[in-house]
């Protein structure tokens, strides 16, 4: 009896290994958005941490979501190819960087404290000299992965400024979707696919890509 149920709770551990284990990573390329640069060059990039939970410090800034196993207990995991205790918004904020990078822009990445004001940002931004100030505010992203209906739950708020921090465009992305890949991808490629299409869905808004003067 006891051998069961230290089986039933080292089971969902196991389940998250085997995931990890047995799937192949892609290459970076394919993670990496395709944004494309406009007459501005030399851009600010900033992240800023706004979900409830962590604000409130119920879960840690690397937090993405949950793996659920068949008896519904949730088990947290974090990306485990992340460098010491990286919080998920710099994943976030790399992406972009990589992207407008190779799409020819010079830009500075700005860490940002959680919950920071607008206004705060601003002021770091105009420390590097940018000329264009790129601002995404999470408001939420988590993953309830398990069970008959694998979900994702996100609300992303993108703000593009000028040096004088005047909001030249803006564009709002929220919603909820199944988690259909079923493949042998690695789950955490397969999240950051979804983070590369959001990503590029904001950035493809006619308000965005004027205000980076396309």
């Given at each position: 009896m006891?051998?069961r149920?230290?089986?039933?709770?080292?089971?969902?551990?196991l389940?998250?290994?085997?995931v990890?284990?047995?799937a192949?990573r892609?290459?970076k390329s394919e993670?990496t958005?395709?944004l494309?640069?406009?007459t501005e060059?030399?851009?600010a990039v900033?992240?800023?941490?706004?979900?409830?939970y962590?604000?409130?410090?119920?879960k840690?800034?690397?937090?993405?979501?949950?793996?659920?196993d068949?008896?519904?207990?949730p088990?947290a995991?974090?990306?485990?190819?992340?460098?010491g205790?990286?919080p998920?918004?710099?994943?976030?904020?790399g992406m972009?960087k990589?992207?407008?990078?190779d799409?020819?822009?010079?830009?500075?990445v700005v860490?940002?404290p959680?919950?920071?004001?607008?206004?705060?940002a601003w002021?770091?931004?105009s420390e590097t000299?940018?000329?264009?100030?790129?601002l995404l505010r999470?408001?939420e992203?988590?993953?309830?992965?398990?069970?008959?209906?694998?979900?994702?739950?996100?609300d992303?708020?993108?703000?593009?400024a000028s040096?004088?921090?005047?909001v030249l465009?803006?564009k709002?992305?929220?919603?909820a979707q199944?988690?259909?890949?079923r493949?042998?991808?690695?789950?955490?490629?397969a999240?950051?696919?979804?983070?590369r299409?959001?990503?590029?869905n904001?950035?493809?808004?006619p308000?965005i890509?004027?205000?980076?003067?396309?």
């Open positions: 006891k051998t149920c230290a089986f039933k709770l080292l089971l969902p551990i389940v998250v290994f085997l990890y284990g047995c192949t892609i290459p993670i958005p395709k494309y640069g406009g060059k030399n851009l900033g992240v800023i941490e706004a979900r409830p962590v604000l409130s410090g119920n840690g800034p690397r937090f993405e979501g949950i793996f659920r068949d008896w519904g207990i088990l995991f974090l990306a485990p190819a992340r460098p205790e990286e998920f918004v710099d994943l976030l904020s972009i990589d992207g407008l990078s799409a020819g822009a010079n830009v500075s860490s940002l959680a919950g920071s004001p607008v206004d705060d002021k770091k931004m000299g940018a000329s264009r100030y790129i999470v408001s992203s988590n993953w309830d992965v398990g069970g008959r209906t694998p979900t994702y739950k996100y992303f708020g993108l703000i593009v040096k004088g921090s005047t465009g803006s709002n992305l929220a919603g199944n988690l259909t890949d493949t042998r991808r690695h789950p955490l490629d999240f950051s696919l979804t983070y299409s959001l990503i590029e904001m950035f493809s808004d308000a890509k004027k205000a980076l003067g396309n």
